[in-house]
């Protein structure tokens, strides 16, 4: 049996480091080769981390919420071993594994006779099967000799938190035979910490991961006392499904709060969905016993809006701290949300912006659409106005090939571009995020409709892989679908061009009719087109908008593309 140490591998071009957002095993457990062990936000993605190895984890180096360079030892494997190579563990066949550190003296419900020495050095034996708990309630549970497979979890799916652990050791229950006697805090300090079998098979690494909150109580329990006390408690939803982002339910976990009975009339995919403000309101409305007034339609801040509320992780300090009495507070500006940043400001100050607009009428568009979306429900497609500015897009770049460049100055020379892969612009609790639709321009209407869903479905979710997002030549902000008309879109460099979508509405347009001019309501589309100066001319601008608009005022000529 050897113990190998894995090191957070490059999961990105060009990625230098990553916040370890949620590790997906424990101490303990069995994995095998190419199993993911945890999710990692890097600044292009979140992309779960492989397993390099079968074998045991034997200990993890980093706590949830940490930046970990690329190349620095996350967790470590004993591999070689029969059997799970770990603790007693029931598994589906209803079998006790071995463990093969054990004695060969071995009573027959599969537990090994350990020294007494070893028990302290680890978590008691488990004897009725997988334990949910966090590396850090695992260690707060050797550091106070509990039995961690003893502890009744109050997270979902029975997951144990340090407030979970703690209750079990101040409710006298928690002394294990094999560790030392649990002490109050006017008794004596709070113990030190076991030798784990990682200080000597990891060459003397001391582990990087620290338990939160030793001193004083949570949130989480603070929680459950105020519940003990009587006092009116809010109304649980009680759902058995509900949606939320990783770090959504990494406020839930440490807040103790069970995400299933936290309020909520938003839905995603007919689903509830969460936010981690509802989340720390349905905590506040726990600890102080009264009615949880939850706005859950209220959606989580925007790009711009970081303050209360974000569901990044708490970095514990501030280098400039409040006054007291402050409401104010700091999120890391890191990962998605620093790439969208600086990308932002390097396609701000490198390329010119001009902003063109226009307005384009679009009544047989919305005609065009109606008569469509029949044909696209048998095909259970949702059609939307999307694949029809695609395609009028692709249009005007074929006309005016200058749109669909890239402008390289270092070798002093503009592509044009022969791809037509546009960028669709979605916005996510991390941030925008651009995922691209290649090959525009060989796809039908319903085939544009359905992979634009996709694409915006796992960029919400933060599943998007880095390679979705890369190889754009044009790209499309709907700022509409929250009810803007104008806007100014900056250019996702090196692109040279973006266009922005309004709402389309009814407002008022002069028409012609029996040979006199009169205003009418219409659906309008209007239009925000930014350029590279550099690039493009205005007038270029103009006739480009002018072609696009022409397809999409007649939904006909979309049939030539």
Do not use: C
């Not at 006779?113 to 949910?132: C, H, I, K, M, V």
């Not at 300090?317 to 390097?346: F, H, L």
């Not at 002069?510 to 001319?537: F, N, Q």
């Amino acid at each position: 049996m050897t113990v190998e140490e894995f090191k957070l591998p490059d999961v990105g071009e060009g990625v230098a480091e990553g916040e370890l957002v949620t590790w997906l095993v424990a101490p303990g457990d069995r994995v095998e080769e190419d199993q993911p062990v945890a999710e990692v936000e890097t600044d292009k993605a979140l992309v779960e981390v492989p397993s390099s190895y079968d074998g045991t984890v034997e200990e993890l180096f980093v706590e949830e919420g940490d930046v970990v360079p690329v190349g620095d030892v996350i967790i470590s494997f004993r591999v070689g071993e029969d059997g799970d190579g770990g603790e007693t563990e029931v598994e589906a066949t209803g079998e006790p594994t071995r463990d093969s550190d054990a004695s060969a003296a071995e009573s027959t419900t599969g537990a090994s006779a350990e020294t007494e020495s070893e028990a302290d050095a680890r978590e008691p034996a488990t004897t009725s099967g997988r334990t949910f708990a966090p590396p850090s309630a695992r260690r707060l549970a050797r550091e106070l000799g509990v039995d961690i497979a003893a502890v009744d979890g109050s997270g979902p799916g029975g997951r144990i938190g340090e407030a979970d652990v703690r209750a079990h050791a101040e409710g006298g229950d928690g002394d294990s035979d094999d560790g030392p006697s649990v002490k109050s805090a006017s008794d004596a300090p709070d113990p030190k910490p076991a030798p784990t079998p990682t200080d000597t098979g990891s060459g003397g690494r001391k582990s990087a991961v620290k338990k939160r909150g030793t001193s004083g109580t949570d949130s989480g329990s603070e929680a459950a006392a105020a519940a003990s006390t009587g006092a009116a408690a809010p109304d649980s939803a009680g759902r058995e499904t509900t949606l939320a982002t990783p770090a959504t339910r990494k406020v839930a976990r440490e807040l103790g709060v069970d995400i299933d009975d936290v309020p909520t009339d938003e839905t995603r995919d007919g689903e509830a969905f969460v936010t981690g403000e509802a989340v720390r309101a349905y905590a506040e409305a726990l600890e102080s016993g009264a009615e949880a007034t939850v706005d859950a339609s209220t959606p989580e801040p925007s790009a711009v809006d970081v303050g209360a509320g974000h569901d990044g992780p708490d970095t514990g300090a501030t280098s400039d701290p409040s006054p007291p009495g402050s409401t104010d507070q700091t999120v890391p500006y890191r990962g998605v949300r620093r790439t969208i940043g600086k990308q932002m400001e390097r396609s701000k100050y490198t390329a010119p912006h001009v902003t063109h607009h226009d307005t384009a009428e679009v009544d047989a568009l919305v005609e065009a659409r109606e008569a469509l979306k029949p044909r696209a429900e048998e095909k259970d497609v949702t059609l939307t106005y999307m694949p029809f500015v695609m395609k009028a897009i692709v249009a005007g770049l074929k006309e005016y090939p200058y749109l669909n460049s890239e402008l390289r100055e270092d070798e002093e020379e503009i592509v044009l571009k022969d791809d037509y892969n546009l960028g669709i612009a979605v916005a996510t609790d991390a941030g925008l995020m651009v995922p691209v639709v290649e090959d525009v321009d060989e796809k039908g209407l319903f085939e544009l409709a359905e992979e634009v869903r996709h694409l915006a479905s796992r960029a919400r979710d933060r599943k998007l892989k880095p390679a979705e997002m890369k190889g754009g030549t044009f790209s499309i902000t709907n700022f509409g679908a929250i009810g803007g008309e104008y806007a100014t879109p900056i250019i996702n460099y090196p692109e040279t061009a973006i266009l922005g979508l309004g709402a389309i509405e009814e407002r008022p347009v002069v028409r012609e009719r029996d040979g006199t001019s009169e205003v009418v309501p219409a659906p309008t589309l209007p239009l925000s087109l930014s350029i590279d100066h550099r690039v493009i001319d205005g007038a270029v601008a103009a006739e480009f908008a002018n072609t696009v608009m022409e397809h999409l005022e007649h939904p006909l000529l979309l049939l030539s593309q």
